[in-house]
């Protein structure tokens, strides 16, 4: 694919920027599922959340263009190939892993409206309805306004300009493939389908990927391209569920039991690989000394925040104090990811335990210096910030990344034991 040419001479009609339903990330649909059959009636609030105030997105990306990018997600549904797919494929080992009652409402399904508002050089982009229907905005919302600012700094760039833009990320994409492939046992999944440079550019990267890499190339997180290109779809669950059951905690007791009731629910539908503990919601240290006990026999923890090393070090002291064999247990490294820091942790628990890395922004949208500043990577989220009319709270291990109003972060912290985690900063 001559991606250069494709950028140079593209019309959105031609190339809209989510272009399926299934363009979103594996854990939202295994998710969906979850929240379809748990909590189908609770109402919840996505919110658009730029960290990088620095990045204006309403000089950047134009309104009527963002406008008419989020109506057109608004009309897929699922083809009956994607249908199909999710119905019959294999998936962590188990045919069928969607049950028909949630494929048949899914099918079914348009996205609900949105709420867009140019707030000074910033937009407010909101999702308001039922929690199975609002969820799947996150990574779409996300693609669409990651691709359109850098459709904003393409646009007055020529066809060779823009070959010799592209030729230089791919050489810095296979440089880093080429460094991948010294790691005895690596074990690597793309994703980067929130945060990066364009649809296009993923597919390529995953292909790149691939090729490069081999069987230690474990899959993507995106379902359309894991289709496509015959991969595995790679993803287990996120911060949004403790996030949403803690909001909806009538009392303290229930609060400090929200993150465990999130996983016994998990723990009823699925086994083996797909039991992956996320423990960094309301501070890891604190999540592993109050756990029950069964949740020690889960396959592994991904590590998502703070001090990767340090997390990693308390899980596997966490699994010998409940009796576990950390050499069988699984880490996965998902964290601002590149490939100094995978070559690092690689080196330091390979052996240990089992090691696995989900790579991201880094993997997807690594255009730092390419043309300035201008198409770096910054950080955007689309958070979960109310349930039923009341605020999440997110805690984290990297202060960063915390949110939440001041007096609710207050009583999560006192209700959860944790104090201030420290500011490491966020790139992406």
């Known amino acids: 694919m001559d991606i250069a040419t494709r950028v140079w001479s593209h019309k959105w009609k031609l190339d809209p920027i989510v272009r399926s339903l299934i363009d979103t990330d594996f854990y939202k649909l295994l998710m969906c599922q979850s929240v379809f059959r748990n909590r189908p009636d609770v109402t919840v609030t996505f919110s658009l959340i730029n960290r990088t105030t620095a990045v204006p997105l309403a000089h950047l990306i134009d309104e009527g263009e963002l406008r008419e990018q989020l109506d057109h997600i608004r009309t897929l549904s699922l083809t009956r190939g994607e249908s199909t797919w999710m119905r019959g494929n294999t998936f962590y080992g188990k045919r069928s892993i969607f049950r028909p009652d949630f494929m048949d409402w899914l099918e079914g399904l348009r996205l609900p409206p949105y709420h867009l508002e140019r707030v000074g050089d910033q937009y407010e982009l909101t999702f308001e309805g039922a929690w199975p229907e609002v969820m799947l905005w996150e990574i779409p919302a996300l693609a669409t306004i990651m691709e359109l600012r850098a459709r904003a700094v393409l646009l007055d760039m020529g066809r060779f300009e823009l070959q010799v833009l592209y030729a230089r990320a791919m050489t810095r994409v296979w440089e880093k493939i080429e460094r991948l492939r ?98 960094d919601t309301y501070g890891t240290e604190r999540f592993l000394e109050r756990a029950p006990d069964w949740l020690a026999s889960w396959t592994g923890i991904r590590v998502d925040s703070g001090d990767p090393a340090a997390a ?82 997110k805690l984290s291990d990297n202060a960063a990344k915390a949110m939440g109003p001041e007096a609710e972060v207050e009583r999560y912290r006192r209700v959860f034991g944790v104090g201030v985690s420290e500011d490491m900063g966020v790139v992406v």
């Open 182 to 279: 010294r790691l005895d046992g690596l074990r690597i999944a793309d994703f980067g389908t929130r945060r990066r440079h364009g649809f296009l550019w993923q597919d390529w990267c995953v292909q790149a990927m691939s090729e490069g890499l081999g069987d230690r190339f474990i899959g993507t997180s995106n379902c359309l391209i894991a289709k496509t290109r015959d991969l595995e779809a790679i993803g287990t669950n996120a911060h949004e569920l403790p996030m949403v059951y803690a909001a909806l905690a009538r009392d303290d007791t229930e609060l400090a039991r929200a993150p465990y009731d999130v996983l016994a629910d998990w723990h009823e539908e699925h086994d083996g690989n797909l039991r992956i503990i996320l423990p």
């Open 312 to 393: 990693a070090e308390a899980a596997i002291a966490w699994w010998r104090a409940r009796g576990e064999d950390p050499s069988g247990k699984l880490l996965i490294f998902s964290d601002g990811l590149d490939v100094e820091v995978i070559e690092s942790l690689h080196a330091r628990f390979s052996g240990r335990v089992r090691v696995s890395f989900g790579w991201g922004t880094m993997l997807t949208n690594d255009f730092r210096g390419l043309v300035g500043d201008r198409l770096a990577p910054f950080s955007l989220v689309c958070k979960a910030v109310a349930a039923d009319g009341r605020p999440t709270v």
